[in-house]
């Protein structure tokens, strides 16, 4: 499908490699978003492989429909629930789930998503646009605490008590954001010092996205589907762009690979066995960066699945 948005996939080859330990195996690409991953691993898939792609962008969905293969299956759904909609069709395990977390390059490129602040569009931000609240109407009914703690959590910006005073003084005196650029304008005004190379835009316009779409909520969840799905040797893959994102996988990956054992009866039986090992972290090269900007700050973490199924 061409829908005039170029998206070029990050570490397409170091993931579908490292994913990819039986070609005959069932994978989960939790992300489709424009099928660079999905297509690489159908392209080396056996012949009873079975892929299972999700995503929450419509957009995405269609584009996914175009592939006619017997070995992909489609789900318009959140990744975070990918247990459920895999029993749904009697899957109960998998041989390796791979997440690309964010936002893709068509999304961002198209004005109408509201994604972007380089583009004047409508101030949406939804991964699905037909479910939920859209950043507009977030913005309208929340108060200057919640917006602020919004701001700030997901968003890392220091600026967050005066940006949420502006965006609720604005909205009293009759005239709430309804547009990208209205947004854009306002945090210009209001964000005093500029990161080198940054806009004022970006981090405000991330902490929107993120919350508009639980997309940590959801990551959270889809981690922990994802290793309770695994089977032994099975690999979980995932590549993050921001420090929040790669901040929880680090902390899953690393706390999956400890026993704990309960500290009262310390040579009993660990309470909790270990389930992942971390096999590698990726970044990607200077090439890759070159080519495509948007790779400098994307991190692939790689875990395998110990020990039998829970």
Known sequence: MDDGHHHTTVLLDEAVEALLTRPDGVYVDGTFGRGGHSRLLLARLGPTGRLFVFDKDPEAIAAARAIEDPRLTICHASFAQMREELA?????????????????SPQIDDPARGFSFRFDGPLDMRMDPTRGESAAEFLARADERLIAQVVRDYGEERFAAPISKAIVARRTDGHPLRTTSELAQLLARTVKSREPGQDPATRTFQALRIFVNAELEDLEQGLSAAVEMLAPGGRLVVISFHSLEDRIVKTFIAHESREEVDRRAPFAPPTRALRLRPVARVKPGEAEVSANPRARSAVLRVAERLGGVV
């Open 88 to 104: 749904s069709l009697g899957i109960g395990h998998v041989d390796g789930v791979l997440l690309d977390l964010g936002v893709s």
